[in-house]
């Protein structure tokens, strides 16, 4: 489509331990999106999400709840590349 964007998030506080990428799962599936989440070895959460702008801005703002237990501290994002998949999955640990 053409208002599809894509953008790495990460979202930094008590975001792991937390259910916070199952959440981002279902959000994003929710949405319509496309991509990926996963825990950093820094405690952060990272995410590459596409598709259309306004679902994307959706799921940015959802994210900086997140689910009952998480308490976000910080959230930043920027655009990339496309993830080009098909649904919205978790991946590992980077």
Avoid at 64 to 83: W, Y
């Amino acid at each position: 489509m053409a208002d599809d964007i894509a953008r790495r998030i990460v979202i930094e506080g008590r975001v792991q331990r937390v259910g916070y990428r199952d959440w981002m799962v279902a959000t994003a599936r929710g949405l319509g999106l496309v991509g990926w989440v996963r825990n950093r070895r820094d405690g952060a959460v990272e995410a590459l999400v596409g598709g259309p702008s306004d679902a994307v801005d959706a799921l940015l703002k959802a994210c900086l709840r997140g689910p009952p237990a998480a308490q976000v501290s910080a959230i930043t994002h920027e655009p990339d590349d496309h993830p080009g998949t098909d649904g919205f999955h978790r991946v590992p640990t980077a």
